[in-house]
């Protein structure tokens, strides 16, 4: 059974950066597409950010040219660099994968002040 858990998150000033950390264990994800989504207070869960298999990668409007996402297969890892991070990108935060998304693990609080 594979267990991703997210990690990296914090509270951070307006403008600041911050380093997710997505670690899967149980299975191996190089083939598969993966994301981050993210659900702020009386919101749904969105897709902020995806990456294919070969390396394609797709960001919702909100946060298009402040978050990068990446993967490192050989350690079976997803990373989101988010900077010029603003208080609406205040969630929590989670990784899983895009066409099945089954795998839910606990998300990590991310806190932008101002």
């Known amino acids: 059974q594979v267990q991703l858990v997210e990690s990296g998150g914090g509270l951070v000033q307006a403008g600041g950066s911050l380093r997710l950390s997505c670690a899967a264990s149980?299975?191996?994800?190089?083939?598969?597409?993966m994301g981050w989504y993210r659900q702020a207070p009386g919101k749904q869960r969105e897709l902020v950010a995806r990456i294919t298999s070969n390396g394609m990668t797709n960001y919702a409007e909100s946060v298009k040219g402040r978050f990068t996402i990446s993967r490192d297969n050989a350690k079976n890892t997803l990373y989101l660099q988010m900077n010029s991070l603003k208080p609406e990108d205040t969630a929590v935060y989670y990784c899983?994968?895009?066409?099945?998304?089954?795998?839910w693990g606990r998300g990590t609080q991310v806190t932008v002040s101002s």
């Open positions: 899983n994968f895009v066409y099945v998304g089954n795998a």
């Open positions: 149980g299975s191996i994800f190089s083939d598969r597409a």
